[in-house]
Nanobody
Framework: QVDVVESGGGLVQAGGSLRLTCAASGSISSVNSMGWYRQGSGRERDLVASIRTGGDTAYGDFVQGRFTISRDKNTIYLQMNSLKPSDTGVYHC???????????WGRGTQVTVSA
């Protein structure tokens, strides 16, 4: 069993900052990737940032250098600066077991940026 739990969302003014946390627990492979995906008005979830156990990172194009992802074992963090109203959405955390190609999703945490 694998559990993925997000926290840290909230309501901020444009230009402000938030720090999101995702903690994964359970039977987790030593080779994995964890990341953040934003769900806006639609059903699709867009990559915000991801990080592998080896340290490699990837960012969505809309981030534009404003966010930084980091991890401590099976806990990841997303430091979000210079937030824009278009960043608003539900931020879901995903753990990927790379070898077994299995995804585990958290329930998400709401981020709202007001103009």
């Amino acid at each position: 069993q694998v559990d993925v739990v997000e926290s840290g969302g909230g309501l901020v003014q444009a230009g402000g900052s938030l720090r999101l946390t995702c903690a994964a627990s359970g039977s987790i492979s030593s080779v994995n990737s964890m990341g953040w995906y934003r769900q806006g008005s639609g059903r699709e979830r867009d990559l915000v940032a991801s990080i592998r156990t080896g340290g490699d990172t990837a960012y969505g194009d809309f981030v534009q250098g404003r966010f930084t992802i980091s991890r401590d074992k099976n806990t990841i963090y997303l430091q979000m600066n210079s937030l824009k109203p278009s960043d608003t959405g539900v931020y879901h955390c995903k753990l990927v077991n790379i070898l077994r190609r299995r995804d585990y999703w958290g329930r998400g945490t709401q981020v709202t940026v007001s103009a």
